[in-house]
């Protein structure tokens, strides 16, 4: 047995390749670089915002390149002595020039490639129906051209296309989801007869995987769909069985464009529109699988590829079991500020608005930092619910992200993931966790809340909401909703703190049971509150 077992890393490690993986941030990169370590690859990662990958459970195992696939000197640092370069990089932001700008990141991505001697491209694109490109969506048309400048480059490329991915967390199976549980009957746009070939995560990133030992002499595009060929009324049907629920009611009508259609889907799912709407215009047409040529090269698993019904049965428990690896929204979302605090007073230029706020808890501070760190999501945000219901419907409604992304998981959080219409830009454990504002709004926003003690040894919950106006638009914002910021920020601190007082006194935290709090080394004689600033 020992003997067997020697053998079987042996050949592992004789086949190890030293693989670079971009978009290791989004849905699908942050899974493919956990089934490279298993199969006993080497993986470097190219990252513009590394520190969202630290707190992901292989950040030690990798090496971490910053830089963006725009720069050239990046590009290369990362490229530098890979075997197997996987490409994950495609904007869901579909403005004015966008295709240019694809071109030029594959442009680069190829040539430095093939300049550095890296044996193989991998790329994941979309699948493509035959018809001429410009009956393409924009969105599908610049990912088969991504593919071609990629198999054009001089690297043996292998272009993975394919259609919905159905996995916990993926965009395609949120949609999906929310339609169909929230909707027990619907007029639908006529695209959901179209029929489509879906594929599970988990064969996807076997294809992935798979792919990093081709032929050298493999330079193509390979289709790969699941079992199952189904409409998207079948899939609404079928989705609405797996989750016990009752047939749906779906009525098409010819007159939801793809621009209504995506509205639609912001209003109903977490999804975007800014995101809806190029999902929803790949599915205009009928997107099927036309060769099987994949399987010659990585064969499927002795038990098939997974059914529809199984990726839905696999998603939902990682869903109920607040077990979701990797979520669409890891990714930065089309239009959402991506600047870091900065605490450089030139950075503000004298217009850093605060709203500065502290209480103490009679509780030990990680019982406080429970809380802190469950905020958002199901828990919700401690402070009249109603005023930040409107305030999601008011960004959903200008094309935001509004408040239905929720959390990956009720309990933790990683810096990089999204809570409501935040992202996580800092997390010290039992001290500090800052949010910052994906909302659409005239200017940078961020929310600080932290755990602290006073010289008294008590504990202190501090927050801060900071605001950074752009021109006069921003100064008019932070004017008219400074108003309800003591309805809103002011029983959000007192709630907050309730919370973590009552959670406390069902564990028998409290002064009460002076010697436990004397190990957690917090004093609480008295409540009181700290005067707020600003």
Known sequence: MQAESGAVRLRLMESAKFCLVTGAT???????????????HRVRVLSRHPDRLRDVDWYDKVE????????????????????????????????EGFEEVERNLARLFGTTARDEGVGRIIYLGGLTP????????????????????????????????????????????????????????????????NRIQPIAIRDVLRYLVGCADLPP??????????????????????????????????????????????????????????IAKPLVASLR???????NDIQ???PPPPEGLVTFERAVQLALVRVREANVVTRWSNASVPGAPAEPLSHDPDWS???????????????????????????????????FPLAWEVRGLMDRAVGGVGLRRGRRNQSFLRVGETVDFWRVEEREQDQLLRLRAEMRMPGLAWLELGVDHDEDGRTVYRQRAIYYPHGLAGHAYWWSVAPFHGVVFGSMVRNI???????AIIRGLTDADASRAAALAASRDQDGEVAPVG
């Not at 989004?26 to 006993?40: D, F, M, P, Q, S």
């Not at 309730?498 to 959670?503: H, R, S």
């Open 64 to 95: 971490i390149i910053r830089g963006d696939a725009g720069e050239p000197d990046a590009v290369r640092e990362a490229l530098r002595g890979i075997d197997v370069a996987y490409y994950l990089l495609h904007s869901l932001q579909l403005g």
């Open 497 to 503: 703190a309730g919370a973590a007082e009552q959670l």
């Open 217 to 274: 002499d493999v330079n193509r595009s390979f289709d790969i769909g699941g079992r199952d060929v189904l409409t998207y009324r079948q899939m609404m049907q079928r989705y609405a069985a797996v989750a016990g629920l009752r047939r749906r009611v779906i009525v098409p009508v010819p007159v939801l464009s793809p621009t209504l259609s995506s509205h639609w889907v912001g209003v109903v799912t977490p999804v975007p529109a800014s």
């Open 26 to 40: 989004g849905y699908i990169g942050g899974r493919l670089v956990r089934e490279l370590l298993t199969a006993g």
């Open 285 to 291: 047409n009928e997107v099927v699988c036309s060769e």
């Open 349 to 383: 230029g004298g217009s850093l608005y605060t709203d500065d706020r502290a209480r103490v808890v009679d509780a030990p501070g990680p019982v406080l930092w429970e809380i802190v760190e469950g905020i958002g999501g199901k828990n919700g945000w401690y402070s």
């Open 296 to 298: 010659r090269y990585v």
């Open 130 to 193: 035959a018809c001429s490109p410009e009956q393409l969506s924009p969105h599908l048309r610049s990912r088969s051209e991504v593919g071609e400048i990629l198999r054009n480059s001089g690297v043996p490329t292998a272009e993975l296309r394919a259609a919905v991915i159905i996995g916990s967390g993926s965009a395609s199976f949120e949609m999906l989801r929310y339609l169909t549980e929230r909707l027990p009957a619907m007029v639908t746009p006529r695209w959901v007869s």
